[in-house]
């Protein structure tokens, strides 16, 4: 499985939501799961206790429990960029929840 570096992988979804459509109708995954894997990925990289081994296992982890891969996350970002105010809705969102929820998956 690539190893997702939120540190990376966050300015990379942005520029894709910005610039590759998707077919009508192609819907990779909801936006409840795209959102709660992100604030997920969000908080193991902001966890300063972490190394880098933990934050690796930690990914792992958060993802297998979403049921999604590294690739279907961005997929699914790509697949935003159909409809930019539904993009940047869940982006506040995924700051909103971010800033305010405990975690609530393993990590």
């Keep these: 499985m690539p190893k997702l570096s939120l540190t990376l992988a966050a300015p990379v979804l942005v520029?894709?939501?910005?610039?590759?459509?998707?077919?009508?109708?192609?819907?990779?995954?909801?936006?409840s799961t795209f959102v709660s894997t992100?604030?997920?990925l969000r908080r193991i990289e902001a966890d300063s206790l972490m190394d880098s081994t933990a934050r690796d296992?930690?990914?792992?982890?958060?993802?297998?429990?979403?049921?999604v891969t590294a690739d279907e996350l961005e997929q699914a970002a790509r697949a935003m960029a159909?409809?930019?105010?539904?993009a940047s809705a869940v982006?506040?969102?995924?700051?909103?929840?971010?800033?305010?929820?405990?975690?609530s998956t393993p990590a």
Excluded: F, N, Y
């Excluded at 520029?15 to 109708?25: D, E, Q, T």
């Excluded at 159909?82 to 539904?86: F, G, K, T």
């Excluded at 982006?91 to 975690?103: D, F, L, V």
């Design 15 to 31: 520029a894709v939501l910005s610039g590759c459509p998707r077919p009508a109708g192609t819907k990779v995954m909801g936006d």
């Design 57 to 67: 296992s930690a990914r792992t982890v958060v993802l297998r429990h979403h049921g």
């Design 91 to 103: 982006w506040r969102e995924i700051a909103k929840q971010s800033a305010t929820r405990r975690p």
């Design 82 to 86: 159909a409809d930019l105010d539904h």
């Design 38 to 40: 992100m604030v997920a």
